[in-house]
């Protein structure tokens, strides 16, 4: 059973439903960590409600991207992941050749298109419907060296319905979210065994 990390920035609703799909056996891993870019996270108590060691580690104790990708690289080698998944991660990652093909994001957009540097949360949502748009949807893809780039594993689409609002197509993207995260890194680790 692989080990996992949870990497979080905002309210860490994705690693806490990571968190449970695990406990619930319906995805195969062991999560063992969960680290935050900042120490506001909300979603760090909600995951040591769950029993799961936290850290923080923060961009601006760091001179680079690489020094800073390197503490958190560190971090959860030291509490022995194999995988990690960035649930909301809203720092830039450079990534070492060790980590090459085992760093999942989901992003809430159909990549390839709003993604890059800048397109989180309502940004993406906003930009959909500015666009016109039909629908719009979730997406799990492997981190490489650029933003929202690497191979992408699964998606799910959602439509944008008449008279949407940023928010109300934010909810529906959330809710693929919830679902195709855990489906797509049960698949992922599958192939790792």
Known sequence: MKRIAFF???????????????????????????????????GIPRLEAEGL??????????????????????????????VICL?????????????????LNIHPGLLPQYGG?????????????????VESGATVHLVDGEYDHGQILAQMRVPVLPGDTPEALQKRVYTAEMELFPRALAVFLGKQA
């Open 53 to 82: 060691p936290t850290t923080v580690i923060m961009r601006t104790d760091f001179e680079s991207d690489e020094a800073f990708s390197e503490a958190c690289y560190q971090a959860a080698e030291a509490a022995g992941a194999e």
């Open 117 to 133: 540097p800048g397109m989180y949360g309502m940004h993406v949502h906003r930009a959909v419907l500015e666009a016109g748009e």
């Open 8 to 42: 979080i920035s905002g309210t860490g609703g994705n690693a806490l439903n990571l968190l449970r799909a695990c406990q619930e056996g319906r995805v195969p891993a062991l999560p063992v960590l969960g680290l935050a870019s900042t120490a506001k996270a909300g």
């Open 87 to 103: 649930c909301g991660w809203l720092k830039k990652l450079t990534v070492p050749r060790r980590w090459e093909g085992r760093i």
